[in-house]
């Protein structure tokens, strides 16, 4: 099921530090101090948006139009005549009431609310689900049912969530080393226009960000 994913609360602080990214570079200024900033900001970024993995603790709004399970098809079915993949996804990876929260790790989950039928924002009781934190991407569990969601309200669903490690110590090292490398590299080779020839992103990198790729299809999880 296709869904939306919005960052509300921006992490505090970042995992790599410019005294370490000096070190690593050899380099013995700080008149660059910004610039390094910068850079190593942008690569915390990159490694965020290509592997959907969330580094430092942050709070995200994901949104859905409909709740995930093949009961829901026939009940939209108007709704997604022109949608072929949202009854694909729905047939061959129904999971009887379960959500994939995207951006792991998952660390809790702060609400979920729908529009009900009468398109008013409810908030559904926390005995209604449980939550699944000992996995990648993290889940929730539906207790019953799902409750009947707006038809006409779209997004009819908001599960705000806060994912990321929790703190400085927590992160992987690897992750750390993906971003000081990404950073580097950026301060090595400021432009693209050189004579030099040049990849897009470095290699160790992108090895980096696949060993912590994540996917989420539909209401199917998938790492």
Same mark, same amino acid.
């Given at each position: /099921?296709a ?7 921006? &992490? $505090? ?10 070190? +690593? +570079?050899?380099v ?6 910004? @610039? +390094? ?19 430092m603790?942050?709070? %995200?709004? +994901?949104? @859905?139009?409909?709740? #995930? ?35 792991? &790790? @998952? ?12 398109? $008013?924002?409810? $908030? ?12 990648? &991407? ?17 997004p ?9 490690? #929790?703190?400085?110590?927590? $992160? ?9 490398? *990404?950073?580097?590299? %950026? ?10 020839? @040049?990849?897009?992103? #470095?290699?160790?990198?992108?090895n ?8 989420? *299809?539909?209401? /199917?999880? /998938?790492?």
């Amino acid at each position: /099921m296709a869904f939306g994913c919005i960052q509300t609360v921006p &992490p $505090v602080g970042e995992p790599c530090d410019i005294f370490t990214l000096n070190q +690593m +570079m050899r380099v013995n200024v700080t008149n660059e101090n910004n @610039l +390094m900033t910068l850079y190593l900001t942008s690569a915390r970024q990159t490694f965020e948006n290509l592997s959907q993995t969330q580094v430092m603790q942050a709070t %995200w709004k +994901m949104t @859905l139009d409909f709740w #995930p399970g093949w009961e829901n098809i026939w009940a939209y079915a108007q709704q997604r005549q022109y949608d072929p993949n949202y009854f694909i996804y729905q047939l061959l990876y129904r999971q009887y009431g379960v959500i994939y929260i995207p951006r792991p &790790p @998952l660390i809790s989950i702060t609400s979920v609310s729908y529009y009900d039928g009468s398109n $008013v924002l409810q $908030v559904w009781d926390t005995s209604n689900y449980t939550v699944d934190l000992s996995r990648i &991407p993290g889940r929730i569990y539906t207790t019953g049912t799902f409750p009947t969601s707006s038809i006409t309200h779209k997004p009819a669903i908001e599960i705000t969530f806060v994912a990321g490690y #929790p703190n400085l110590a927590a $992160v992987p090292a690897l992750i750390k080393q993906g971003i000081y490398l *990404l950073a580097g590299t %950026w301060y090595e080779q400021r432009t693209s226009l050189t004579t030099a020839k @040049l990849n897009e992103l #470095p290699f160790g990198f992108l090895n980096i960000v696949d060993q912590y790729k994540s996917f989420i *299809l539909s209401d /199917m999880g /998938m790492r």
